[in-house]
């Protein structure tokens, strides 16, 4: 199985900030990479696929990057509404075998 | 627009099953495009994928889960599924349904608000 990690676990940013998340798989993944954000009681909502392809609706301050193991998703500047936990999800054998890190949460500093 | 509604008991006893029905509206369940996921969260944890089933009945599953899921679809009625057998308190979830277009590398774009499940005599 392929195993997702995140980091950091946390992060403290103010509105504004350009803010960084990393991401990692276990072994090669290609770009079968997504990235979601989910608010308190409420489902997670897609923002990034094929690694760095932008979700439609979804604000252009958010960009992913990366290929193979090692990818990044960066928000810009950082708006109020951006505050929530982030999550990467690999699906290099789609449909099957997917798997989530275990997410980064970004809160107000 | 489509819609995922996800439907079901919100408590379930030990060692019993635990059934969940998503319903599709806005849209069909059939069309070749999409596979159709269930996904889960713990109360304060992360996401965990479940399974996920094709309109035709292929089905695909989280190994950990196998012995114990089985996704169904029912496209007369526009829905799909899962089923989870002998369940314990660590099965105490947070259920989404989701769908997994072909054509977004993975990525599931639209999903259901979530059905709290918990696993209590």
């Known amino acids: 199985d392929i195993q997702m990690t995140q980091s950091p676990s946390s992060v403290s940013a103010s509105v504004g900030d350009r803010v960084t998340i990393t991401c990692r798989a276990s072994?090669?993944?290609?770009?079968?990479l997504a990235w979601y954000q989910q608010k308190p009681g409420k489902a997670p909502k897609l923002l990034i696929y094929a690694a760095s392809s932008l979700q439609s609706g979804v604000p252009s301050r958010f960009s992913g990057s990366g290929s193979g193991t090692d990818f990044t998703l960066t928000i810009s500047s950082l708006q109020p509404e951006d505050f929530a936990t982030y999550y990467c999800?690999?699906?290099?054998?789609?449909?099957?075998?997917?798997?989530f890190g275990p997410g980064t949460k970004v809160d107000i500093k | 627009q489509l819609q995922l509604q996800e439907s079901g008991p919100g408590l379930v006893k030990p060692s019993e099953t635990l059934s969940l029905t998503c319903t599709v509206s806005g849209g069909s369940i059939s069309s070749s495009s999409y596979y159709w996921g269930w996904i889960r969260q713990p109360p304060g944890k992360g996401l965990e994928w479940i399974g996920s089933i094709y309109y035709s009945g292929s089905t695909y599953y989280n190994p950990s889960l196998k012995s114990r899921v089985t996704i169904s679809v029912d496209t007369s009625k526009n829905q799909f599924s899962l089923k989870l057998s002998s369940v314990t308190a660590a099965d105490t979830a947070v259920y989404y349904c989701a769908r997994q277009p072909y054509d977004i590398w993975g990525g599931m774009d639209v999903w259901g608000q979530g059905t709290t499940v918990t696993v209590s005599s």
């Open positions: 999800q690999q699906a290099n054998s789609f449909p099957s075998l997917v798997t």
């Open positions: 072994q090669g993944i290609s770009s079968w």
